[in-house]
């Protein structure tokens, strides 16, 4: 699929194809419609012959159009049977046409009736099915050729025309391996009859060796009497010795038997011991660690108390150190303001000094200026008497 172009795709795959003009749908449509009034026709022949059955379901307009059609339908097959005259023929007929052609107006008039007829009639088999099929199978063709472009054609022949291609490569293929197959094939069976020959050769030889073998058998079989009588006599020498090493080594034994059970008496009274001290170690480290816990429980105890005091004197500090900030804050402002004023009472000072100063030395310059003129005018005075 991955080497299939787009275009071959969509028109390979019939899902893919959607309608994209008015007169495809159009067409579609017929198409479709057609299909429908072939199944109703199908099914009208079914009905026809158990129309009391179905005549509450079909309704009175319906029932009656039936009976008419059933019995045109009798007088075309009695015309058809004897032969009569074909203007009355034709005639039936096209009275039996436009018959149906209003049987199937009434149909598509009310649809949800055709649908439950579809599955309420069981209709058997019959040739009208392969028709029907066979119009699907048209009606798809065209929906497939009205939504094939030329562009989309031509890549479709083209992607046929490499695939035959490819057909053709791979039957020469197919054909050169057949032949190299059969060629191995020979091979093989004359490689096989070659080793059949060879193995019935050596089924010859194996037989005129076992025949010269046997006096061989013989020979070796005196041989092994002699060798095993000189061999159980060995035996017999070498086992009278054995148990005499049997009885020295059981001897030892039962000496290291004793020297060792004495050994765990030992080891086993040194273990009850040790066992004892590890018992009263044990005991002893039970009653420090449950002295231990017990303290430890004490002091976890006192430190949670403590702790929740701790807790709330961390809350008292933390609202004693707001108030603090808050006091030391206030403590600045007033200060601030005790500097400010007193600044000002020492600008005040220093203006009241200077303006005093100035005061003292307006009334000083008046004085003597007072006493000057007084001077002045008592040396006129003097002046004149003269």
Same mark, same amino acid.
């Given at each position: 699929?991955?080497?299939?172009?787009?275009?071959?795709?969509?028109?390979?795959?019939?899902?893919?194809?959607?309608?994209?003009?008015?007169?495809?749908?159009?067409?579609?449509?017929?198409?479709?419609?057609?299909?429908?009034?072939?199944?109703?026709?199908?099914?009208?022949?079914?009905?026809?012959?158990?129309?009391?059955?179905?005549?509450?379901?079909?309704?009175?307009?319906?029932?009656?159009?039936?009976?008419?059609?059933?019995?045109?339908?009798?007088?075309?097959?009695?015309?058809?049977?004897?032969?009569?005259?074909?203007?009355?023929?034709?005639?039936?007929?096209?009275?039996?046409?436009?018959?149906?052609?209003?049987?199937?107006?009434?149909?598509?008039?009310?649809?949800?009736?055709?649908?439950?007829?579809?599955?309420?009639?069981?209709?058997?088999?019959?040739?009208?099915?392969?028709?029907?099929?066979?119009?699907?199978?048209?009606?798809?063709?065209?929906?497939?050729?009205?939504?094939?472009?030329?562009?989309?054609?031509?890549?479709?022949?083209?992607?046929?025309?490499?695939?035959?291609?490819?057909v053709e490569k791979n039957m020469e293929t197919i054909s050169a391996l057949q032949k190299e197959l059969a060629a191995v094939i020979? %091979?093989?069976? *004359? =490689?096989?009859?070659?080793?059949? /020959?060879?193995? !019935?050769?050596?089924?010859?030889?194996? $037989?005129?060796?076992?025949?010269?073998?046997?006096?061989?058998?013989?020979?070796?079989?005196?041989?092994?009497?002699?060798?095993?009588?000189?061999?159980?006599?060995?035996?017999?020498?070498?086992?009278?010795?054995?148990?005499?090493?049997?009885?020295?080594?059981?001897?030892?034994?039962?000496?290291?038997?004793?020297?060792?059970?004495?050994?765990?008496?030992?080891l086993r009274q040194e273990k009850c011991k040790t066992e004892r001290e590890i018992l009263k170690w044990v005991q002893k480290y039970?009653?420090?660690?449950?002295?231990?816990?017990?303290?430890?429980?004490?002091?976890?105890?006192?430190?949670?108390?403590?702790?929740?005091?701790?807790?709330?004197?961390?809350?008292?500090?933390?609202?004693?150190?707001?108030?603090? %900030?808050?006091? *030391? =804050?206030?403590?600045?402002?007033? /200060?601030?303001? !005790?500097?400010?004023?007193?600044?000002? $009472?020492?600008?005040?000072?220093?203006?009241?000094?200077?303006?005093?100063?100035?005061?003292?030395?307006?009334?000083?310059?008046?004085?003597?200026?007072?006493?000057?003129?007084?001077?002045?005018?008592?040396?006129?005075?003097?002046?004149?008497?003269?």
């Open positions: 699929k991955a080497g299939i172009p787009l275009g071959v795709m969509k028109v390979l795959d019939p899902r893919q194809l959607k309608p994209d003009s008015m007169e495809t749908e159009r067409i579609l449509t017929v198409l479709d419609e057609t299909i429908v009034k072939l199944e109703i026709t199908r099914l009208i022949l079914w009905i026809t012959g158990s129309l009391e059955r179905y005549a509450r379901m079909l309704g009175p307009e319906i029932t009656s159009c039936l009976l008419k059609h059933q019995k045109l339908s009798m007088k075309i097959q009695h015309l058809l049977a004897s032969p009569g005259d074909e203007k009355s023929l034709r005639a039936l007929e096209q009275r039996l046409k436009c018959s149906l052609r209003n049987i199937l107006r009434l149909f598509l008039a009310n649809p949800l009736l055709y649908h439950g007829l579809k599955y309420e009639v069981r209709v058997r088999q019959s040739p009208a099915d392969v028709f029907i099929k066979a119009f699907m199978e048209f009606r798809n063709f065209t929906l497939e050729r009205l939504l094939t472009s030329p562009d989309e054609e031509k890549e479709k022949i083209q992607f046929m025309e490499d695939i035959s291609l490819r020979q %091979t093989r069976d *004359e =490689e096989v009859n070659t080793k059949d /020959k060879m193995i !019935e050769n050596l089924i010859n030889s194996m $037989e005129n060796l076992a025949q010269g073998c046997k006096v061989d058998i013989r020979q070796i079989m005196k041989e092994g009497e002699k060798q095993q009588k000189e061999d159980e006599q060995a035996s017999q020498d070498r086992c009278a010795r054995l148990k005499l090493d049997i009885e020295h080594l059981r001897a030892q034994y039962n000496a290291l038997v004793l020297e060792h059970r004495a050994s765990e008496l030992v039970d009653t420090d660690m449950a002295e231990k816990q017990a303290t430890y429980e004490e002091v976890q105890a006192v430190y949670t108390e403590e702790k929740e005091q701790l807790s709330v004197l961390m809350e008292k500090h933390a609202l004693l150190l707001q108030e603090y %900030t808050q006091i *030391e =804050e206030e403590r600045r402002m007033l /200060k601030e303001k !005790e500097e400010e004023a007193a600044r000002e $009472e020492a600008r005040r000072n220093d203006a009241a000094t200077c303006i005093q100063a100035f005061w003292k030395g307006y009334l000083v310059r008046s004085t003597y200026k007072s006493i000057l003129k007084k001077a002045k005018g008592r040396g006129k005075g003097k002046g004149k008497g003269k």
